[in-house]
């Protein structure tokens, strides 16, 4: 079963590689640049097996916008991707199941280890 | 009687000319006239007044009763030593000695005796000036002085008085601990003979006098003991008229002038780490764009991915060649370029991030010697370390000296810390002059509520510019893309900042290379976290 992954990252060319890389893992891959634009295909129909997030984002932030893609999207499993090293995890992200183990600071010198990540994320 | 008879012509000798009655009456000074045997047979009104004693109750007594005991047995030896001998002690000359009164009193006073020859007779006559007044104003002069001096020696700073001529007047126990020259070697001597390094503050001392005004001179600095240390050095022109010269203050003020240092260092660390903050989620996102765009060009060009290989069909490509022409102009040489320029880009936005992470949340009480072992072990498999230095060559000696080696402190921080140290002192000794066996001493202290640990190379050590930049953000000695340059710095900023300890370096060119640190047993209330 091929893997759904929605990206969402405001930086066109991290969002394009990191596609890219998934699609190249055999993964079909969405893009949004902000929160909202993610919301918007979900309510348009999208459905996924995956999101990874990026937490600064124009408009609501990456920690809101897990929350309620959980909530609309019961299934989908989110991923953080964040730039800032300094990322702590919310405990209203830990009680919707996001742990430790899958927040990844950027840079990631290896895309392969984030498609791991996704590939058993999904298993969960 | 004849002897009376003689007694009496003898009396009459000193009172029958009105003249010397009149002398004898009117002098300031005590005068006593006694026979070759030191019996008394005159004494005028100013003896009477300074012994106490009437004229009538001592003629015929022996003198030596108006002398303090220890003179009066020295006495009869006077005059029966000058008459049989000739030798003069007193007589004919003078001296001082201590006279005694009749109510007991002493005093001191100017004894000169004067021999009479004259016409069959002959006698003695004693000539006693006091000398107690003299003597009060020397003491007190002296006590003056002595206070005076002590005022002096009392001041933290050195103290040194000095004439017109720049040479020394006065001296203080300071002045002599510091340049080992004695108070009486320094009297006289100029003031550049005696601070050889502060020969231009002689210009200074000319003009405080002549203009009338303090001259200061701040922060000089002055070779001591192979280290520099800085001085203040201000001179006060001496202001009572009349008297020319100054008092020359030196004030060592070495460990303001570090102090001074260290809170400018650590205003830097504290505006790199609220820079890094910001900057590090600005400077990773680049990074990440390059870092799996790099990435995504070695799989995409690469034959193994099926979906390279069905593109490339389409389009009538030989991956085989596209690989091979790839290997010919050296491509991966570049990829693996920019892969190593991220991973170093972003170990020092990593580093950088150190500042503005640490927080006193992750402190726990922490054994220092199991801290500096963990450390000791981490350097001999470190991979950087390897590289260009084989830590196992290395002596390692351990100076433990710790009734308690228990603190509370961030067991990971500081651990960096004591790496950092560890592994700089190994490169070091590794870079320098091979004929010594290189040796690292790792010494614990206790300093009353602190724990010390000096980390002590014998490697090339550093010079005095180095010394005070080491730990600059950004500066490094190391080769480039070795360092990061903040290795010191951070930690720098751990020990003082997050754990409120100090950290010090020590080093003589040539001989190696001491870092100091000072970490609190106890964390005061975790001011970071209210």
């Given amino acids: 079963m091929t893997l759904r992954v929605l990206v969402v990252d405001d930086e066109p060319a991290l969002c394009i590689s990191l596609a890219a890389y998934l699609e190249d893992e055999g993964m079909r891959v969405h893009t949004a640049a902000s929160g909202e634009e993610a919301l918007a295909l979900v309510v348009a129909g999208l459905r996924v097996d995956a999101c990874i997030l990026d937490m600064r984002l124009p408009g609501i932030d990456g920690n809101q916008l897990a929350l309620e893609l959980h909530r609309r999207l019961p299934g989908a499993r989110c991923l953080i991707h964040t730039g800032s090293s300094c990322y702590h995890l919310p405990q209203a992200l830990r009680r919707i199941g996001i742990g430790d183990q899958h927040v990844f600071a950027k840079p990631l010198p290896d895309l392969g280890v984030l498609a791991a990540a996704v590939r058993r994320r999904c298993d969960e | 009687m004849k002897e009376d008879q003689n007694k009496a012509q003898r009396i009459r000798f000193w009172t029958e000319d009105a003249r010397v009655q009149a002398i004898l009456a009117n002098v300031a000074d005590g005068v006593i006239g006694i026979d070759h045997q030191g019996v008394i047979e005159m004494f005028n009104p100013a003896a009477e007044q300074l012994f106490g004693y009437r004229a009538d109750e001592v003629i015929g007594r022996n003198v030596k009763f108006l002398a303090a005991p220890e003179y009066q047995a020295d006495h009869d030896q006077y005059i029966r030593n000058y008459l049989d001998s000739g030798q ?50 020397r003491d007190e002069l002296e006590r003056a002085r002595r206070l005076m001096q002590n005022i002096l020696d009392s001041m933290p700073s050195v103290i040194v008085g000095v004439d017109r001529q720049g040479c020394i007047t006065h001296w203080n126990k300071i002045a002599t601990e510091q340049t080992g020259i004695g108070a009486e070697q320094a009297q006289g001597r100029a003031f550049a003979d ?235 000794m590794g870079r320098g002059a091979s004929q010594r066996e290189p040796q690292l001493t790792l010494r614990l202290r206790e300093e009353q509520e602190y724990l010390r640990v000096e980390v002590i190379d014998n490697g090339p050590g550093m010079d005095a510019a180095t010394r005070k930049r080491v730990f600059e953000p950004f500066y490094t000695t190391k080769p480039v893309g070795e360092g990061t340059g903040l290795g010191l710095s951070v930690a720098y900023f751990i020990i003082t900042e997050q754990h409120r300890g100090t950290l010090q370096v020590e080093s003589i060119p040539g001989q190696g290379t001491r870092f100091i640190l000072r970490l609190p047993r106890q964390q005061l209330a975790q001011a970071a976290e209210a």
């Fill in chain 2, 88 to 137: 003069r002690k007193v007589i004919g000359i003078g001296r001082e000695v201590r006279g005694l009164r009749k109510d007991g009193s002493e005093f001191p006073m100017y004894l000169s005796v004067g021999e009479l020859k004259h016409d069959g007779f002959h006698g003695f006559v004693g000539i006693t000036h006091d000398l107690s007044e003299l003597h009060q104003t």
């Fill in chain 2, 194 to 428: 005696c601070f050889p390094f502060l020969h231009r503050q002689v210009a200074q001392i000319e003009r405080a006098i002549d203009e009338r005004r303090v001259v200061a001179s701040q922060r000089l600095a002055v070779p001591r003991d192979g280290d520099v240390r800085y001085v203040d050095v201000m001179v006060y022109p001496l202001v009572t008229n009349g008297i020319s010269g100054a008092a020359v203050r030196i004030d060592d003020v070495s460990e303001r002038v570090r102090m001074e240092d260290m809170m400018i260092q650590t205003e830097k660390m504290l505006s790199v780490g609220g820079l890094a903050a910001g900057m590090a989620h600005e400077i990773n996102n680049p990074l990440g764009i390059i870092a799996q765009g790099c990435q995504n060009l070695s799989r995409r060009l690469s034959d193994e991915l099926p979906q390279n290989r069905e593109a490339a069909a389409a389009l009538g490509l030989d991956l085989a060649v596209l690989q091979a022409y790839m290997e010919q102009r050296g491509i991966h040489r570049f990829l693996a370029g920019i892969r190593e320029g991220v991973e170093r880009a972003t170990r020092i936005v990593a580093d950088m991030l150190a500042y503005s992470r640490r927080s006193s949340s992750s402190f726990e009480p922490s054994s220092l010697v199991e801290l500096v072992e963990a450390t000791l072990r981490l350097a001999g498999h470190d991979y950087d370390l390897k590289k260009d230095y084989d830590f196992r060559r290395v002596r390692i000696v351990r100076d433990i000296e710790l009734a308690s080696d228990q603190l509370l402190c961030d067991r990971v921080a500081v651990e960096q810390v004591l790496l950092n140290l560890v592994k700089n002192a190994a490169q070091a």
